[in-house]
């Protein structure tokens, strides 16, 4: 399992920095119109003693990329927001990936509401998929 040869076209150092992502960059987005994909060869910060991606990386990241995504798509349709707060995150580990793999996120996002965005989220490497998340959104509601 190696990383790749190259970060893959159309990802950037990610644009989203904060003190709680710091230790795990160098972090890699991708923004499309109604979609943020996040990647990462992971390394030793995202793993366990086994050299396994952990699952609170992985939940993290897919709380950041569908997030990032619930905010693309409001954009998308007119709608300028900042500051969504995750009010439900479920994740499923159905896979695994190691020291040196390149992951990276998938989101769609299912329902942009007045109140609520939803989306969905599958962590994949390669063709495998590593996990599945449902998130939920709340959307900031101007004074």
């Not at 366990?48 to 993290?60: I, K, Y």
């Not at 990329?65 to 619930?70: D, I, N, V």
Request: charged share 15%; with cysteine; hydrophobic share 40%.
């Amino acid at each position: 399992m190696t990383a790749p040869a190259s970060i893959p076209d159309g990802f950037e150092p990610h644009y989203r920095k904060s003190s709680f992502t710091d230790p795990w960059e160098p972090l890699y987005s991708a923004v499309h119109d109604k979609q943020v994909q996040i990647g990462v060869v992971l390394g030793e910060a995202h793993c366990n003693s086994r050299g396994l991606v952990h699952g609170a990386f992985l939940a993290a990241i897919a709380d950041n990329a569908a997030g990032l995504s619930c905010g693309q798509a409001l954009r998308a349709t007119g709608r300028e927001v900042s500051g969504l707060l995750t009010t439900n995150l479920s994740i499923d580990y159905v896979g695994m990936a190691s020291v040196g793999e390149w992951i990276v996120t998938e989101t769609q996002v299912i329902k942009t509401g007045r109140v609520l965005c939803v989306a969905d989220a599958l962590i994949r490497c390669g063709e495998r998929i590593i996990a599945r998340a449902n998130a939920t959104f709340q959307i900031p509601q101007s004074t």
